[in-house]
Antibody, heavy 120, light 107 residues
Framework: QVQLVQSGAEVKKPGSSVKVSCKAS????????INWVRQAPGQGLEWMGR????????IYAQKFQDRVTITADKSSNSAYMELSSLNSADTAVYYC?????????????WGQGTVVTVPP | DIQMTQSPSSLSVSVGDRVTITCRAS??????LNWYRQQPGKAPELLIY???TLQSGVPSTFSGSGSGTDFTLTISGLLPQDSAIYFC?????????FGQGTKLEIK
């Protein structure tokens, strides 16, 4: 059974950065992608980008292109999402989700979510 | 970006009822459409992918259909645990986008 375990909640100051980790266990064959999705309080789901560790390809949503960095460490089956220049609008739950990285794509396993709070 | 629009935004139904949620894409996406359920306080979970394929372990009370721009998720024999928010998602092109969600309340 695949499990994605994320790092704990963070409270950050405006203008700072946050780095969230996502560690995979179970079926850790490296032919999958890790996607990052966020959900602001009471809002919907917003895709931020993904990394395909087996080919070191990263794709970002244009909205976050200038502020987000997604990386992976294949040796530890972990992925990371760093978001910089934080402001209160970045307060959200951040999820990692495994994507099949194929055609079609879908997210079959999700992390438990990491709450990031940026006070005004 | 492809816009995904769900309807209704919310609905209240009874245990045992059948409900249909619709999702419309702003352009043709073939069958690159997935459905997720998010129970309160939890991460989303995959229900259906490629518009109509049931994810392993998901009860057959869930079904999906559609292609092109119009899609539906149908849930029959509603149970109390089906009370959740349901999201559609297109993976036809980047950025992947989600519908705004449909909140389903079981009376």
């Amino acid at each position: 059974q695949v499990q994605l375990v994320q790092s704990g909640a963070e409270v950050k100051k405006p203008g700072s950065s946050v780095k969230v980790s996502c560690k995979a266990s179970g079926d850790t064959s490296n032919t999958y992608a890790i996607n990052w999705v966020r959900q602001a309080p009471g809002q919907g789901l917003e895709w931020m980008g993904r990394i395909m560790p087996f080919v070191d390809i990263v794709i970002y949503a244009q909205k976050f292109q200038d502020r987000v960095t997604i990386t992976a460490d294949k040796s530890s089956n972990s992925a990371y999402m760093e978001l910089s220049s934080l402001n209160s609008a970045d307060t959200a739950v951040y999820y990692c989700a495994r994507g099949v990285a194929g055609d079609p794509d879908y997210f079959d396993y999700w992390g438990q979510g990491t709450v990031v709070t940026v006070p005004p | 970006d492809i816009q995904m629009t769900q309807s209704p935004s919310s609905l209240s139904v009874s245990v045992g009822d059948r409900v249909t949620i619709t999702c419309r894409a702003s352009e043709i996406i073939g069958t690159y459409l997935n459905w997720y359920r998010q129970q309160p306080g939890k991460a989303p979970e995959l229900l259906i992918y490629t518009a109509s394929t049931l994810q392993s372990g998901v009860p057959s009370t869930f079904s999906g259909s559609g292609s092109g721009t119009d899609f539906t998720l149908t849930i029959s024999g509603l149970l109390p645990q089906d009370s959740a928010i349901y999201f559609c998602q297109q993976t036809y092109s980047s950025p992947y986008t989600f519908g705004q969600g449909t909140k389903l309340e079981i009376k």
